[in-house]
């Protein structure tokens, strides 16, 4: 079963719905070939059993999945260089033992316990935030907010620079950047497209780690930099790294908490049952993170022939593997297309699963809890502001999925 599938990924109406063609695919061909600019060929794949198997293979599939991996490097400009420089330095795009040396630096200012300490600061800031919209609200007579701009964004992005210790004055910066990095599709015609606004980040971040070396903090940069720990790291995974964190610290919980409000409101009864339960938040969030995680697909490389599901895939392949798939495939869980915010024994995929499971796990899971039970008790009468099919999801790299705004009326 080889056959190329008409799927154009990153086509405006398969972003705003990929269930529909995911569906189709997992029910026909589970395992399909899609094009990709500049790069070819990649197998889909989008069944749960097959997804949950290779991404726990890190032994015959290389997460080292960016287009200077994939064939002869093409000519680039030194700006479009330094781009795939700085993306092919991430912590996720390695295989041990770099990721193990380069997660091991990190991973303890991410521990549930650690974590758990912020509880009391997210919690008081998820309060501010919607203090500022009730004051606005109340100057202008207009009860409307846009959940993105005025909520789901500044929070994780507030909590992440505290912990990293990038000036609160750089967050709109950092706002611009990541918009940049989540239109990067790996190609190379991306990379130069990008080269400008990513080449700036790069400089700052150049600066900012300079001086974390000069006069370091109690922040987790300035742990990064010192003699002994961060001496390990080379500039560009300083700095690769440090765009990493940033990233995963507030992109996907941005997008976490918007996709969430609005599958709740989708879902008016579930809506209800968690406003009028909300000890059940937890159990919430992760059915919200199955029903539409902000991670919407991994790469992989064959670094070996391999059979996943009966298909042979080929040492040097391409693959992609749909965790958004996964998720609602109804062989493991039932009634997948519904949110069912009490499900229990939810074994979703949107955290990933093997070695490369996400790193920031239980920051993103205690944020959105706290948006999430913070939203509902503040604002009991949440509404779209807009037509459902007025909502523009913003333009995927393949990777996150999110929406660019989502107006509501309180």
């Known amino acids: 079963m080889k056959s190329t599938t008409p799927v154009n990924l990153f086509d405006p109406g398969f972003n705003a719905d990929p269930h529909s063609t995911y569906n189709r695919l997992r029910e026909q061909t589970p395992a399909c070939r899609v094009a990709l600019?500049?790069?070819?060929?990649?197998?889909?794949?989008?069944?749960?059993?097959?997804?949950?198997?290779?991404?726990?293979?890190?032994?015959?599939?290389?997460?080292?999945?960016?287009?200077s991996q994939t064939g002869t490097p093409p000519a680039l400009s030194p700006g479009a260089k330094a781009v795939m420089s700085l993306f092919d330095s991430f912590m996720s795009s390695h295989d041990p033992p770099d990721h193990t040396r380069l997660r091991s630096l990190v991973q303890s200012a991410f521990t549930p316990g650690r974590i758990g300490g912020l509880r009391p600061y997210v919690a008081e800031l998820a309060d501010g935030l919607l203090d500022a919209v009730e004051e606005r609200a109340g100057r202008s007579g207009r009860r409307e907010l846009d959940l993105i701009a005025d909520f789901a964004f500044p929070l994780p992005v507030t909590v992440?620079?505290?912990?990293?210790g990038i000036p609160e004055?750089?967050?709109?910066?950092?706002?611009?950047?990541?918009?940049?990095?989540?239109?990067?599709?790996?190609?190379?015609?991306?990379?130069?497209?990008?080269?400008?606004?990513?080449?700036e980040f790069i400089g700052y971040m150049e600066r900012l780690l300079d001086g974390k070396r000069r006069a370091p903090g109690e922040d987790l940069l300035s742990a990064l930099v010192v003699p002994g720990n961060g001496s390990q790291l080379s500039t560009v995974e300083l700095s690769s790294m440090t765009f990493g964190l940033i990233l995963a610290g507030h992109e996907t919980t941005t997008h976490l908490i918007g996709n969430s409000i609005l599958a709740l409101l989708d879902h008016p009864d579930q809506f209800r049952r968690l406003r009028s339960n909300p000890e059940r938040v937890r159990l919430a969030v992760e059915e919200l993170l199955r029903y539409d995680g902000p991670i919407e697909l991994r790469r992989r490389i064959a670094v070996a022939d391999v059979d996943v599901g009966g298909v042979l895939v080929r040492r040097g392949d391409l693959v992609l593997v749909s965790l958004a798939a996964a998720n609602r495939d109804p062989a493991m869980f039932g009634t997948?297309?519904?949110?069912?915010?009490?499900?229990?024994?939810?074994?979703?995929?949107?955290f990933g699963r093997g070695i490369h499971t996400?790193?920031?796990?239980?920051?993103?899971?205690?944020?959105?809890?706290?948006?999430?039970?913070?939203?509902?008790?503040r604002l009991p009468n949440l509404r779209?502001?807009?037509?459902?099919?007025?909502?523009?999801?913003?333009?995927?790299g393949l990777h996150l999925r999110g929406l660019a705004a989502l107006p509501l009326r309180f």
């Not at 996400?358 to 008790?377: D, F, K, N, P």
Request: a negative charge; aromatic letters at 6%.
């Open 37 to 67: 600019p500049d790069v070819g060929e990649a197998w889909l794949f989008t069944r749960y059993e097959d997804v949950q198997a290779i991404l726990r293979d890190d032994e015959r599939f290389s997460a080292r999945g960016m287009v």
């Open 160 to 164: 992440i620079m505290r912990l990293l």
């Open 169 to 199: 004055a750089d967050r709109e910066n950092l706002r611009v950047w990541s918009q940049a990095l989540v239109r990067f599709d790996r190609s190379p015609a991306s990379a130069e497209a990008l080269a400008g606004e990513l080449g």
């Open 336 to 350: 997948p297309m519904e949110v069912d915010v009490a499900r229990a024994d939810n074994q979703h995929l949107a």
């Open 358 to 377: 996400c790193l920031g796990a239980a920051l993103a899971r205690l944020e959105a809890q706290i948006a999430i039970s913070t939203v509902l008790r």
């Open 384 to 396: 779209l502001a807009v037509p459902r099919e007025k909502l523009v999801w913003r333009p995927s």
